[in-house]
């Protein structure tokens, strides 16, 4: 992903003129499940420190900031309630964490608790309780089980298979390879195979750059801030969510700020048409680039030589360039198809400004900001967990096999509250995401700039 500060300094927070007010606000609707709730303030404590507020108690973390092992990510939450944030991505809930930092202060909300959001505090407990959050090796294990297999196919069709339909069959067999590998690192930097940060680092080396080809670290931090400042933009921050923005569309009126050049507004244009052909061809190459680009881990780049090796070994077993291009070009556009699931469950969301975004409550924005895939049981290892995008966004930690059974608890509370549990089908959910780049670059259109 490109550096976006270049495009924040290039423009100024602007709103469309009055005559176009009325379709972005069509556009840009509630659902109905919006409902603030205002951040608590650390009155009558030291202003020039910085505060972060966990289950009613203050914490300063003034001297920590800069040594926080998830980066900067904990800035955006000085002087707020990041209770639900600080228990859903540290690894056992952060319970061994907390107790290393001492309580400045205390507070309570100002307004009544939202009644979803306090029920799902609750699940949240008995989840803990029934030991959904324990990590599962032994399943995870026998995932990459899987993957191993899927490896020998492709050995096995390309050197033992002379035919060019068996060498594109070997490139489908690739695709699965890196899509499965894709979505094990995903669930292993959850912590949902290891407590363990030693050996999460380690697994992920083996899962990502041996064999996906990208950058764990890289992935990690951006998708760490994805979930924890999800489709929100901050003009005066400089600040997007880092994996709904790309250089190429705008698929919110929220983004159109960030785009300055003639060739971004071309594209646009056109965004509707290119979304699919981008994500397939350019998906793999733009995401192994810019996780290169950012990764000084020594581990990470041992592991990307040992990948490319491999692949120029496997290349070089087959007899010409078209075999080649073949073999490598199936691969690339199978595997274009996860960056694809990657962005369905989102892009037709609306985005928020970040102050907006905090002062809903944690639970019901993730809800409301997901699109679960209705698939069969027996697909779920094809979306690998994305299927269940409004569990995993609730509850990061708990393992992918149990995403059905926390789903069905987290319906019967939306279904209490009167929440909105949006889930369609693969194919509607990307009908939907280009109906909504098609409206945005409509909007774009009229936008006085």
Not at 64 to 78: D, L
Not at 242 to 247: F, R, T, V
Not at 404 to 412: H, N, Y
């Amino acid at each position: 992903m490109l550096n976006i500060n270049e495009h924040f300094a290039l423009s100024r927070r602007t709103t469309l003129e009055s005559r176009t007010m009325g379709i972005v606000e069509q556009y840009n609707g509630t659902t109905g499940a919006e409902r603030r709730f205002p951040q608590p303030s650390p009155n009558g404590l030291a202003t020039n420190r910085k505060l972060v507020g966990v289950e009613g108690k203050w914490y300063d973390v003034t001297s920590f900031v800069h040594r926080h092992p998830g980066g900067e990510i904990i800035n955006y939450f000085i002087n707020k309630d990041a209770t639900d944030v600080f228990r859903s991505v540290h690894p056992k809930g952060g319970e061994h964490l907390i107790k290393y930092l001492k309580a400045v202060g205390s507070y309570t909300n100002s307004v009544t608790e939202d009644p979803f959001n306090r029920d799902m505090r609750e699940l949240y407990n008995r989840l803990q309780k029934e030991g959904y959050f324990k990590p599962d090796l032994r399943w995870y294990a026998k995932k990459y089980a899987v993957c191993l297999v899927l490896l020998s196919l492709v050995i096995t069709f390309v050197a033992g298979f002379q035919s060019s339909w068996a060498h594109g069959l070997a490139g489908v067999f690739l695709a699965l390879f890196w899509q499965q590998n894709g979505m094990l690192m995903h669930d292993i930097l959850h912590h949902q195979a290891f407590d363990n940060q030693r050996l999460t680092y380690l697994a992920g080396l083996v899962v990502a750059p041996l064999s996906f080809g990208m950058s764990a670290n890289w992935w990690r931090d951006e998708h760490w801030v994805h979930h924890v400042l999800l489709n929100s933009v901050s003009y005066e921050d400089n600040f997007v969510d880092p994996q709904m923005w790309e250089p190429v569309w705008a698929q919110n009126t929220k983004l159109f700020p960030l785009f300055q050049t003639h060739i971004q507004a071309l594209l646009i244009k056109i965004q509707h048409i290119i979304f699919i052909p981008v994500c397939m061809i350019a998906g793999r190459f733009g995401i192994i680039i810019d996780s290169m680009k950012r990764e000084t881990d020594l581990g990470t780049w041992a592991a990307f030589c040992v990948h490319w090796i491999a692949m120029a070994l496997l290349l070089s077993l087959l007899p010409n360039w078209e075999e080649r291009c073949l073999f490598y070009g199936v691969a690339m556009l199978g595997e274009g198809v996860l960056h694809i699931q990657l962005l369905i469950s989102h892009y037709s969301k609306d985005m928020y400004q970040k102050e907006e975004m905090h002062d809903m409550e944690f639970y019901r924005y993730q809800v409301m900001q997901n699109i679960n895939i209705t698939n069969p049981w027996w697909m779920d290892w094809f979306h690998g967990g994305l299927n269940f995008h409004i569990e995993h966004h609730c509850f990061p930690r708990v393992p992918r096999h149990c995403m059905r059974q926390v789903g069905s608890m987290i319906q019967e509370l939306c279904r209490k509250h009167d929440v909105p549990y949006d889930t369609t089908g693969f194919f509607n959910a990307v009908w939907r995401t280009l109906v909504g780049l098609h409206q945005a670059q409509k909007l774009f259109k009229l936008d006085p700039r």
